[in-house]
């Protein structure tokens, strides 16, 4: 194995996970519990719910920027639960979706870089060179986010949606089929460093460029202890037949990326397109009252986050947020609007708040990835009107609903009966 040792790869590195921690975990917190890994289902957080919609336990993402794998299972493990008639629990391995993002991104890669030295006419030493430089260390720290065209680390909606795309092409596997986790952004580290090294002895072979070569350098060698321990099983059985994990996820889970589509108030592309922060609420309104969460991505500023709820005091403006503070992903749950009742509404009372506009919203609920002690609320977090204005004005906020949702927003809801108190 080539060891690596280039210093200017050390140091991007160093800051990469530097801010990837603050990014996984919002600025928030240093460190948190790890919560069970049963299946157990929970139909809600709390008692203060306007639809009830069943969710899997939260999870523990740990020191790795994998919130947007996070939120794109708990959205899939969440429709299964919704759909099927016993109400079954299923729990997918949120590393398994990421491997597959990861074997994406790194063909796009070899690609590129394949092309370079061909193109360039590069020996064995100046394409090493190529390889040790600074634009190539940077691709490799930044294969941990999510995969669509226009991906960029600090937005991870773009992962979100580009995760139901890896879901859909790839497929997704229970995680009693694949066990592995990250344990500690260390153990990332280390896993990234191994990568490298089987990846750049992949580049500078003759060995041609495929799904499976690239598959294998996400794998560790008997020398190595950090790349993943194998890849994810193409099949397995579930429910007493063999099934390979494409067909469990368009046959049994029902994955459709194309279903979904993303809506955003601001966007670092170049022809972003604005939304006002109502108009994606009613969209997302509209989604949860069909009994489906929704992924989003917010700017998690940690000084307007009290008692597991962000809000901006009634002294502050939204002048007071900073540029950026990176960014996170996670799944709406629920709204709740100003003087709503506690517990699940009937069919009546859900198409009564329904039909308020955004100034009678209270709070949206958001279902993290930072463990169930991370908050008052298990694990959840309030997101209240006040800082969804100020994402509206500075930062950013980014969703996934149905596609037919994000082009008609406003279009009277379709109410699954399942998400009312049955009345």
């Given amino acids: 194995m080539i060891t690596c040792k280039n210093k200017m790869f050390d140091s991007y590195l160093k800051k990469s996970f530097a801010a990837m921690k603050l990014f996984a975990h919002g600025l928030l917190l240093a460190t948190i519990a790890m919560t069970a890994s049963s299946c157990n289902r929970h139909r809600s957080h709390s ?34 639960k919704m759909e099927t008639q016993t109400g079954d629990a299923i729990n997918l391995s949120e590393e398994g979706l990421a491997f597959y993002n990861m074997s994406q991104k790194l063909l796009g890669i070899a ?29 490799l720290i930044r294969i941990d986010g999510g995969h669509v065209g226009d991906w960029d680390h600090a937005d991870p909606t773009e992962s979100a949606n580009g995760g139901l795309q890896i879901a859909t092409l790839n497929g997704v596997i229970p995680e009693s089929e694949w066990t592995y986790k990250f344990a500690t952004n260390d153990d990332y580290k280390a896993f990234l460093v191994e990568v490298r090294q089987n990846f750049k002895e992949l580049l500078q072979s003759s060995e041609n460029i495929t799904q499976e070569a ?57 022809a972003p397109v604005f939304t006002p922060a109502a108009t994606l609420v009613s969209a997302i309104k509209a989604t949860l009252a069909r009994g489906i969460s929704v992924p989003l991505a917010f700017v998690p500023y940690a000084n307007f986050l009290k008692s597991g709820t962000y809000s901006i005091p009634g002294n502050a403006s939204p002048s007071t947020l900073p540029e950026s503070a990176g960014g996170h992903a996670v799944l709406i749950t629920d709204f709740v609007n100003t003087g709503s009742q506690e517990g699940a509404l009937s069919m009546a009372d859900l198409k009564s708040q329904l039909a308020k506009g955004f100034d009678n919203l ?25 800082y969804i204005e100020a994402l509206d004005a500075r930062g950013y906020m980014k969703i996934i609903v149905p596609a037919d949702i994000a082009a008609n927003p406003f279009a009277a809801p379709t109410i699954n009966p399942k998400v009312t108190n049955g009345q």
């Fill in 47 to 80: 008692a203060d719910k306007g639809v009830e919609i069943a969710q899997t336990d939260v999870q523990d993402q740990g020191g790795v920027g994998l919130c947007w794998a996070y939120a794109t299972i708990g959205l899939i493990e969440s429709n299964y």
């Fill in 111 to 139: 690609t590129i870089y394949r092309k370079k030295r061909s193109d360039s006419n590069l020996n064995p030493v100046e394409f090493g060179t190529l390889l040790d430089g600074v634009e190539f260390g940077k691709l």
């Fill in 214 to 270: 690239i598959e294998k350098t996400l794998v560790r060698t008997p020398a190595q202890t950090a790349a993943f321990p194998s890849s994810p099983p193409k099949n397995f059985r579930f429910n007493g037949a063999n099934i390979t994990a494409a067909d469990f996820a368009k046959n049994v889970l029902k994955i459709n990326s194309n279903e979904f589509a993303k809506m955003t108030v601001k966007s670092a592309g170049d």
């Fill in 362 to 386: 209270n709070y949206i609920v958001i279902k993290n990835s930072w463990g169930s002690t991370a908050s008052q609320f298990q694990g959840y977090h309030h997101i209240d009107r006040s």
